[in-house]
């Protein structure tokens, strides 16, 4: 799938992976960015998944594992009480740099064994 969206990318230091959150509503994100904390995140963000890619923010982005989410944004640390998703969100919506692209978002398969969805219209073709 690829959409033409506005996308918050941030890089925790140089060296590390590139995560990035797609914005439905710019206006609702431009408003909550400068400083109307009180707007909802979900009045701007469809989804609540982090995507990262690992070729940069030009590659297939896939939502990264839960295991991913506390390693790369809160670490061993333990005086964070607040580990969630929305809590790494919003670090990335506060320190991240705002782009309009093109991206391409990976449909994840939850369960293989199920198949891929693909569905065959062309009927029975013989013995």
């Known amino acids: 799938m690829t959409a033409d969206t506005l996308a918050v990318i941030w890089r925790p230091h140089e060296h590390a992976d590139e995560y990035v959150v797609l ?35 030009t590659g297939i982005l896939k939502p990264i594992s839960k295991q991913e989410l506390e390693t790369a944004f809160f670490g061993d640390d333990k005086k964070i009480k607040d580990k969630s998703v929305e809590a790494a969100i919003t670090l990335i919506l506060d320190n ?8 391409q978002v990976e449909g994840a398969v939850k369960n293989a064994t199920r198949g891929h969805g693909d569905v065959n219209t062309g009927g029975y073709t013989g013995r």
């Open 23 to 57: 914005i439905d509503d710019e206006a609702e994100y431009k408003a909550w960015k400068s400083g109307s904390k009180d707007i909802a995140l979900a009045r701007f963000i469809g989804n609540f998944n982090i995507y990262s890619s690992g070729t940069g923010h």
């Open 96 to 103: 991240g740099k705002a782009q309009q692209t093109k991206f």
